[in-house]
């Protein structure tokens, strides 16, 4: 007989066979010390506050880069050989009003059709920050389109090529007659009227003053004046009136509406000069500006729909 002491003791060999899921999870709900939570957290912040500058300065570069900043001055006329009949110089005053230097490829004027250069292809114009320059575009006159005096100027930058729109200056005399020199509109008389002013508007009528400019050589006399506008009745000051050579004479007009339908679908003002010097009798159209069609618009209105 045995006794206690001589019985085999069973062997203790622990789990036999693969883990189960029941021993990972203990592994894995072992608590994490806090330090390595800490640092997985730091470690990540420190990452995006990186990448956020990055991308920060990186936006802040493209935008500066792609900044431009033109003003347009005077702008001065140059016409007959060796350009053709028909063509013009302009010679437009420019600075660069932006933070970085920059280059005019080439430059548009509304109200012209661009033409090739008889001399030979333009070279870009380099202009620094704060400096002036005059950059040279042959045209002729789009006799469809009175230049409201903006430009498309053709740019690059540090960032690339682009157009931006330049905004013209009060009282583009010479641009105007530029663009009436070269319309057969003007028919060599050299009258064109500039920038209108309004004086005062309400239901009654729209008081506009039309400032009459004589381009030609010899002294001429404006006999009369009558609009061309649909749906629109003009008066004018006392005529005739006699204009110098090179000189302007302002014409204060009263618009009135006559017709409503027709008032509500006119696209452009025009105006009919009659003139007479020593050599001939003639009758010139002429449109105006945006600021008289503007008007009329609003006249039209006040008139018409209350």
């Given amino acids: 007989m045995e006794t206690d002491d001589e019985r085999t003791v069973p062997l203790e060999l622990g789990t036999v066979g693969p883990p189960s899921a029941d021993d990972d999870d203990a592994e894995n709900s072992r608590p994490i010390p806090r330090w390595r939570l800490w640092t997985g957290l730091g470690a990540a912040l420190v990452v995006g506050a990186v990448v956020g500058i990055v991308a920060n300065n990186a936006r802040n570069d493209a935008a500066e880069y792609a900044e431009v900043g033109l003003v347009r001055?005077?702008?001065?006329?140059?016409?007959?050989?060796?350009?053709?009949?028909?063509?013009?110089?302009l010679s437009i005053n420019l600075v660069n009003t932006g933070p970085r230097e920059l280059e005019i490829l080439e430059v548009d004027v509304d109200g012209f059709t661009s033409v090739p250069n008889p001399d030979g292809e333009d070279r870009p114009v380099s202009v620094a920050p704060g400096e002036w320059v005059r950059v040279d575009a042959t045209v002729e006159s789009d006799c469809d389109t009175r230049p409201p005096g903006t430009l498309q100027v053709n740019v690059r930058t540090g960032s690339g090529e682009r157009t931006v729109a330049v905004a013209g200056q009060p009282g583009d005399d010479q641009l105007i007659w530029a663009?009436?020199?070269?319309?057969?509109?003007?028919?060599?008389?050299?009258?064109?009227?500039?920038?209108?002013?309004?004086?005062?508007?309400d239901a009654s009528g729209a008081r506009i003053v039309l400032p009459v400019t004589n381009g030609a050589d010899e002294p001429l006399t404006v006999?009369?004046?009558?609009?061309?506008?649909?749906?629109f009745a003009m008066t004018t000051d006392p005529l005739p009136v006699d204009v110098e050579a090179g000189a302007t004479v302002q014409v204060e007009t009263v618009w009135t509406v006559t017709d409503c339908e027709a008032a509500a679908r006119f696209a452009e003002a025009t105006v009919a000069v009659n003139i007479h010097n020593e050599s001939m009798d003639t009758r010139v159209s002429q449109p105006l500006d945006n600021t008289t069609l503007i008007e009329l618009v609003r006249l039209s209105v006040r008139v018409c729909e209350t």
């Fill in 223 to 231: 006999t009369t004046m009558e609009t061309t506008t649909p749906g």
């Fill in 179 to 201: 663009w009436q020199t070269g319309c057969d509109t003007a028919g060599g008389t050299g009258v064109f009227i500039g920038d209108t002013r309004t004086i005062s508007a």
């Fill in 73 to 89: 001055g005077t702008v001065d006329v140059e016409f007959g050989s060796p350009l053709s009949s028909n063509a013009q110089r």
